[in-house]
C-alpha cells in the first residue's frame, strides 16, 4: 500500500493521466489496487470508537457533528468494507455500532442524506452479512455475532424517527427531521420546499426495510409521495426541482437531471426493478420521463457532436441552457439499466420484447458516457468539474434534428453509429474547444456518477473501453487527491537507491481540478468510500459478484436484493389518465 501512489505515478503532460511505470495488468490486479486504497481511507485509519463524522485529511482532523457522533464515515462505508472483504475493519466497525451508535439525539438531520446514507448503509450491511457470508465472515465471539439482527434493529429504530418527515399536511416528506422527537422540520431556505430528489428518493430504502419488517407503513408512506408527485401531471414526465409539503404543489419552473432532482428519475426505474418488474406503474413513469429527455433535454456539441443533456431553467418552453452537472453522469448507466434491467446487452437482445426503442437507448447511454468521459479529460487533472457548460449550435440541434430517421434505422446500423472518443497527444481534440468549464465551477467533489455509468456500461455491454476509462480517471484521483506523508526511506523492490516513502492519509475534494497541482479542500466526503471507492472496485471485478441482474443500488451506491413484494407490500395507487 506504501507505494502504491509510486506505482500509479507515470510521466505527466499537464493534460492527461500518465501511464503505468508496469502494465495495466489484469483486472483482478486493479481490484486488488482498489481495495487497498481503502485501507488508506478513514475507513481503515480512524479511531472507530469516537464515531467520527467527518475526517480532513490535509489538516488530519475527525470531526464529531455531535457528540458521540452518528458515524457517516462508518456506517456508510461498511458495506464497501464487506464488498472488500476487509475482515479486521468490518469487524471493528460493527462493534462500534454495537456498542455506540444511538440515534436518540436531539439533532436535526436531513431526511434524505440520513436515509439514503445511514439507512441504506445498515440494510445493505444486513444484506451482505446474510446472504454473502464469506465476505468479511465474523468469528463466534465478535459483538453482534450471527443470531442477532443487528443492522435491522439499528435500521427500524432509525426509520422510526425519520417517519416523521412524513406527517406533513400533504405527505410529501419534510426535507429535515428531529431525530429525538421525529417531527419534520421546515426549513428556513427555498421557501421551507422540499426537493425532488430529497422526496423520490426514499423508496427504495423504506421498501426494502418494510420487506425485512412486514411493516407495511413504510412502504405505505413512500408510495404515497410519488402518488403525489405524478398527480401533478409533470409535462412529458419531467418534474420541477421542488415541491411543497404543505401542498403538495411543486415550486418553480426549473427543469434538470442535475442538483435537486437527479436520483428522482434514478428511483423510478430502480423502484420497478427492485420490485422484480411487478409495479409498471415506475416503468411508465420511466419511459415517459426518458422521451420527455430526448426531446427537451438533449442537444449536440457544435464542433464534435458530443451528446449534452441540459437543462430549461426557465421551464420547457423557454431556452435550453448548456449546463451539465457531473452529478447528471449517473443517466448513461441508468438508460443502459432500464433498457435491459441489467442483463448483459446480448442476451438482452435476444429477448421477445426487444424493441427499437431499446437499441436508441442503448445509443443514447453510449453518447452520453463519452461525455461523461470527455469531462474528465477536459480538465489539467483528468478529473471532472463540479460543473461543465458545452457549445450548442444556434438554435441547438435536437435528437430529431441529428437523427431524422432514427427509427427507421436497422438495429445493426445504429449500433454502429456510436464512435470512440478521439485523443490526440497535442490536445488539439475539436472536443476540447466544445466545453467550457467556469472559474466558479472547477472543483471536483470526488464524485462517482461517472464510475458508476462505468461500472454498467461496462457489465451491460462488456465493452473493455469502459474498464479502461475507469483505471485512467482513479489513476487520477491517485495522483491529484491522495494526501501523502513521508513515513520513512527505504530501498523500493525497483530500485537499487534508497527512496522515500510515502503513506496516503486520506484523499480529498477539490478546490480546482483544472490546475496542476490542484488546491485541495481537506475534506473528504464519506460517498468517496460509500460510493466512489466501491464503483471502481466493481468494475474490475467480475461482472457477476453483485450482478445487476438480481440487486438494484440505491443513490449511495448500497446493493439492495429484488424481490417480489406481497400482500400490503404493492402499489396502492393507479395513475390519474392523462388528457
Not at 502494465?23 to 483482478?28: D, E, F, L, Q, Y
Not at 408527485?229 to 415541491?243: S, T
Not at 418488474?277 to 415517459?288: A, G, L
Not at 474547444?433 to 472547477?442: A, E, L, T, Y
Request: aromatic share 8%; hydrophobic share 35%.
Amino acid at each position: 500500500m506504501d507505494n502504491l501512489q509510486n506505482h500509479l505515478t507515470g510521466p505527466r503532460d499537464g493534460r492527461k493521466c500518465g501511464t503505468l511505470s508496469s502494465s495495466v495488468g489484469k483486472a483482478t490486479s486493479k481490484t486488488h489496487g482498489v481495495g487497498s486504497i481503502n485501507i488508506a481511507t478513514p475507513a481503515g485509519i480512524a479511531n472507530y470508537k469516537a464515531g467520527y463524522d467527518q475526517y480532513r485529511p490535509v489538516s488530519n482532523v475527525n470531526q464529531e457533528s455531535t457528540s458521540g457522533g452518528l458515524g457517516w464515515m462508518i456506517v456508510d462505508s461498511l458495506d464497501t468494507l464487506m464488498i472488500m472483504n476487509l475482515t479486521s475493519k468490518v469487524h471493528r466497525a460493527r462493534q462500534w455500532i454495537s456498542t455506540t451508535l444511538q440515534y436518540d439525539q436531539d439533532r436535526e438531520v436531513n431526511t434524505f442524506e440520513t436515509s439514503i446514507r445511514m439507512l441504506g448503509g445498515l440494510l445493505s450491511a444486513h444484506y451482505l452479512s446474510t446472504q454473502y457470508p464469506n465476505l468479511a465472515p465474523l468469528n463466534d465471539d465478535d459483538v453482534g455475532a450471527a443470531g442477532e439482527d443487528l443492522y435491522i434493529e439499528k435500521a427500524t429504530d432509525l426509520a422510526e424517527r425519520l417517519s416523521g418527515a412524513f406527517d406533513s399536511p400533504s405527505g410529501i416528506p419534510w426535507s429535515n427531521v428531529n431525530l429525538n422527537t421525529s417531527e419534520g422540520v421546515v426549513v428556513h431556505f427555498d421557501e421551507g420546499a422540499t426537493s425532488i430528489s430529497e422526496a423520490g428518493s426514499l423508496q427504495l430504502e423504506f421498501k426494502y426495510l418494510a420487506k425485512l419488517t412486514g411493516e407495511a407503513e413504510y412502504w405505505k408512506s413512500v408510495e404515497k409521495t410519488m402518488k403525489l408527485i405524478d398527480l401533478q401531471e409533470p409535462k412529458d414526465g419531467l418534474v420541477q426541482g421542488a415541491i411543497h409539503p404543505d401542498t403538495g404543489r411543486f415550486k418553480g419552473d426549473s427543469i434538470s437531471l442535475g442538483n435537486k432532482a437527479d436520483s428522482y428519475y434514478e428511483y423510478l426505474i430502480k423502484q420497478y426493478l427492485q420490485t422484480s418488474q411487478t409495479e409498471p406503474v415506475y416503468k411508465e413513469m420511466w419511459d415517459e420521463a426518458l422521451q420527455g429527455i430526448r426531446k427537451h433535454l438533449i442537444s449536440f456539441t457544435k464542433n464534435s457532436q458530443l451528446m449534452v443533456l441540459g437543462e430549461r431553467p426557465q421551464g420547457l418552453d423557454h431556452e435550453l441552457s448548456p449546463r451539465m452537472d457531473h452529478l447528471v453522469c449517473f443517466m448513461p448507466g441508468t438508460i443502459a439499466l432500464g433498457a435491459t434491467g441489467g442483463q448483459p446487452l446480448s442476451k438482452a437482445r435476444k429477448a421477445a420484447d426487444w424493441s427499437q426503442q431499446h437499441e436508441e437507448e442503448i445509443l443514447i447511454a453510449r453518447e452520453l458516457m463519452k461525455t461523461c468521459w470527455a469531462m474528465h479529460q477536459a480538465t489539467a487533472t483528468g478529473l471532472a468539474a463540479e460543473i461543465s457548460h458545452f457549445v450548442l449550435d444556434e438554435p441547438p440541434l435536437t435528437m430529431a434534428d441529428k437523427y431524422p430517421v432514427l427509427a427507421k434505422s436497422k438495429p445493426e446500423i445504429l449500433r454502429g453509429i456510436s464512435k470512440p472518443l478521439e485523443a490526440q497527444r497535442d490536445g488539439s481534440e475539436p472536443w476540447r474547444s466544445d466545453i467550457d468549464i467556469r472559474r466558479n465551477d472547477r472543483h471536483n467533489l470526488q464524485r462517482p456518477e461517472t464510475i458508476e455509468s462505468l461500472v454498467y456500461m461496462y457489465r451491460i455491454t462488456g465493452d473493455e473501453i469502459y474498464r479502461q476509462w475507469g483505471w485512467e480517471i482513479f489513476k487520477s484521483f491517485i495522483r491529484h487527491t491522495a494526501v501523502v506523508e513521508k513515513k520513512s526511506v527505504s530501498r523500493l523492490p525497483t530500485s537499487t537507491a534508497k527512496e522515500p516513502v510515502f503513506r496516503i492519509k486520506g484523499f480529498t475534494s477539490l478546490g480546482n481540478a483544472d490546475a496542476v497541482p490542484p488546491y485541495k479542500r481537506d475534506n473528504m466526503e464519506s460517498y468517496w468510500m460509500a460510493e466512489t471507492l466501491k464503483y471502481f472496485y466493481l468494475l474490475f471485478s467480475d461482472r457477476d459478484f453483485i450482478s445487476l441482474e438480481d440487486h438494484v443500488f440505491n443513490t449511495e451506491a448500497h446493493p439492495f436484493p429484488r424481490f417480489k413484494p406481497s400482500g400490503e407490500l404493492k402499489t396502492g395507487w393507479e395513475r390519474k389518465p392523462r388528457s
